[in-house]
Every structure is written in C-alpha cells, then in structure tokens.
C-alpha cells in the first residue's frame, strides 16, 4: 500500500524566512496531494493540494511543488510569520480501487519565531 | 456554511468500557470518513462511507471497533470494548465525492485509563 515519509519532524525559522517540508511517497499511482495546517487542539485544515498533472501550483506565500518522477512533493512557505505556527501534514492519495483514502505523513512541527 | 459537527468533544473512560462517536458532515457530503489520530502522528483512516454503503475498512479493528452510517448523512463510530492505546483523538471527515476536498471536524479526544 502507499506510503508517506514526511522530513523534517520538526523546523524552527526565524519570522520573514522561508520555510520548505518535503514528503515522497511509494505508490506511483497517487495523484493527488493535499497539504494540512493543525494548530494545537485544532482541526486539521487544507491549506493547498496539487495534482498529478501539476507540477507546482502558488497560493499568495504558500507553494506546492511535485516531482512524480522522484515521487517526492514540497511545501514551501515564503515571508513566514508567527500565526505560520504549526503542525503540516502532506497526504497522498492512493490510486486503484480504494478512491478518496488519504494517507498521511506523520507530520512536521513549524514554529516561527518572532 | 455550516462545518463538520462531532460530539461528544471529549470522553474519558477506563478500559473495558464502550463508548460511541457521532459525526454530522457537511450537507450534500456523500463520502464520510473516520480517522484516528494518535498524540504526535497523522491522521489514520479506519472507515470510509459513500453515502450509506462502505468503501474502505481496512484499517478498522473489527474486533472492536464498528461503524455505521444507516441513513447516509450522519455517522456513529463504537469502540467495544476499549484498550489503553485507543486513546487518541477520533476525527470525522466528509467531501462532496470521493474525489473531492476533505473537510475535518473538530474532533473527539478520547482518554482510556
């Protein structure tokens, strides 16, 4: 079944840097990739998804790069900010018959500070 | 518009009790899904509805957990009898379709002691 590997657990910037989270996945027939913001106690919220026939697709700071060659996709935000504070989820969809499942990495803890 | 509803917030029971989830999506949301999520990890999907029929239980530990969406709107998920390691948070999703954008509920923390 697929896989998702997310690096780093962890990223600490400094307010106004960019920051970059990076995830690759095993099955070659996901093609569909969303990414996740939780803030402590909060629901996960989709931040920004990318398709398989995209390879990079911008939200004002935020940007999502895919490279399905090397399976691997990445978060990428711009002029951080300290409300940018949180834990990032990537997930993939799997292909074949199971439509719709998301399977997520297991998370990457940004903190921005001021 | 009005979000994905989960109820209770938060539970706590000791081990060996049952206890039970509710999840309302968003309406017109055919594709419900139930996903646990451990202190420190991302979500895991244990069940996924399209509309009242099961698309996905793979995950689900039929021994003790179950799930139903009768009706196809609302959604239970029971826990029977429940361990220590099922303490996490039980997270409700829904989408318009299968491929569609997923939308989380709040949630529902639950402690077994």
């Known amino acids: 079944g697929e896989n998702v590997e997310q690096h780093p657990s962890t990223l600490s910037v400094q307010e106004g840097d960019s920051a970059v989270i990076k995830c690759t996945y095993s099955?070659?027939?996901?093609?569909?990739f969303p990414w996740y913001k939780q803030e402590l106690g909060k629901r996960p919220q989709l931040i920004i998804d990318i398709r398989s026939n995209v390879g990079e697709k911008k939200d004002q700071r935020i940007a999502v790069t895919l490279n399905k060659t090397a399976k691997h996709f990445s978060l990428h935000i711009t002029e951080t900010q300290p409300e940018d504070s949180a834990v990032y989820f990537c997930?993939?969809?799997?292909?074949?018959?199971?439509?719709?499942?998301?399977?997520f990495g297991k998370g990457t803890k940004l903190s921005v500070k001021p | 518009e009005a979000g994905v509803a989960q109820s209770p917030r938060y539970k706590i029971i000791e081990k060996r009790q049952s206890v039970a989830f509710w999840c309302n999506p968003i309406?017109?949301?055919?594709?419900l899904y139930w996903y646990q999520q451990i202190l420190g990890q991302g979500p895991k999907l244990l069940i996924q509805?399209?509309?009242?029929?099961?698309?996905?239980d793979s995950q689900l530990p039929k021994d003790r957990f179950s799930a139903e969406r009768l009706k196809g709107v609302d959604s239970t998920l029971k826990i029977q009898p429940a361990k220590l390691e099922d303490s996490a948070v039980y997270l409700c999703?829904?989408?318009?379709?299968?491929?569609?954008?997923?939308?989380f509920g709040p949630g529902t923390r639950l402690t077994v002691l």
């Open positions: 997930a993939a969809r799997k292909g074949g018959g199971s439509q719709g499942n998301l399977i």
């Open positions: 099955d070659s027939a996901s093609n569909y």
């Open positions: 999703a829904s989408s318009l379709g299968l491929r569609e954008w997923q939308f």
């Open positions: 509805f399209q509309n009242n029929g099961v698309v996905d």
């Open positions: 309406s017109g949301h055919a594709t």
